[in-house]
């Protein structure tokens, strides 16, 4: 039974990536080498033959890995660095074997737009803040701070506007 590569341990995923590049081409040369052999023992066309297709299916095996492997990593490493430079609307796909790697960037932007957006509510709560801080500092005792503030920050709103109406 065959498992989903991304359902394998990084190690394992690693290791079945490696045997299975690996394979094509030692295989492919095997056969190379089995048709020079034919083609020095008296059968030079069909050694010939198979040398060539052999040769061929090589080239093209390299060809195709490398175009399908490399465009993948790369077209992540581009993704990768848009997010990093702030780009958090961009779609992130999750297939192949470059499927954890994206599912973390993810992660990493839903992470970033959560920070930036409590760096916003907290930005406008110490504003408030200090707004009330300021009309009671000049002697008015009486400023209250009416927009509640987002999440578990209205607390200390309420907690001001108390300590006012208790002065």
Not at 24 to 33: D, E, I, Q, S, Y
Request: glycine letters at 8%.
């Amino acid at each position: 039974m065959t498992q989903n590569p991304d359902d394998l341990p990084l190690d394992e995923l690693l290791d079945l990536l490696q045997s299975e590049v690996m394979a094509a081409p030692v295989l492919l040369g095997t056969v190379a080498l089995a048709g020079a052999y034919l083609a020095g023992h008296g059968n030079p066309i069909v050694g010939d033959g198979i040398a060539a297709g052999a040769l061929v299916a090589v080239i093209v095996t390299v060809r195709v890995s490398a175009s399908l492997i490399c465009t993948l990593y790369v077209n992540t490493v581009l993704h990768m660095e848009a997010l990093a430079a702030g780009d958090l609307t961009s779609p992130i796909q999750y297939r192949d074997c470059v499927g954890r790697m994206t599912k973390a960037m993810a992660v990493f932007r839903d992470n970033r737009e959560q920070v930036r957006a409590s760096a916003e509510s907290a930005t406008a709560v110490v504003a408030q803040l200090g707004l009330g801080l300021d009309a009671m500092a000049s002697g008015k005792m009486t400023y209250t701070i009416a927009t509640a503030f987002v999440g578990g920050y209205d607390r200390l709103r309420m907690t001001f506007n108390r300590t006012v109406e208790g002065l």
